[in-house]
């Protein structure tokens, strides 16, 4: 179960935070490894922020399980998180030319 649980969190990292980036304009200078990370951050952040603004909402289907339907919010929270986070380390790394 444990594998299970962090192979999707590696995965769907790795989605989050390739949205994440092709939506910053410019070059970002990480591999795979980094782009997996700036989005398992980036959905900690949303997650954090989304639950803070709109309550911590789990919607669960008719059967129990984790409904896929009701899952887009997160999703959008999480991209917001991980461009959230890759402003913040762009800005950090003082290269102000990859912001415009």
């Known amino acids: ?20 980036r092709a939506l910053v304009p410019g070059r970002q200078g ?10 398992i ?27 896929v339907e009701t899952a887009w919010p997160g999703w959008i929270m999480a991209v917001l998180g991980g461009v959230m986070v890759l402003w913040l380390i762009l800005a950090l790394e003082g290269r102000s030319d990859r912001l415009t």
């Open 1 to 20: 179960m444990f594998i299970g649980n962090l192979i999707g969190w590696l995965v769907a990292g790795l989605i989050v935070g390739a949205i994440a």
């Open 30 to 39: 990480m591999g795979v490894i980094g782009t997996m990370c700036l989005g």
């Open 41 to 67: 951050v980036g959905a900690l952040i949303g997650g954090f922020v989304g639950a803070a603004l709109f309550g911590p909402n789990l919607f669960i289907d008719s059967t129990g399980t984790y409904a």
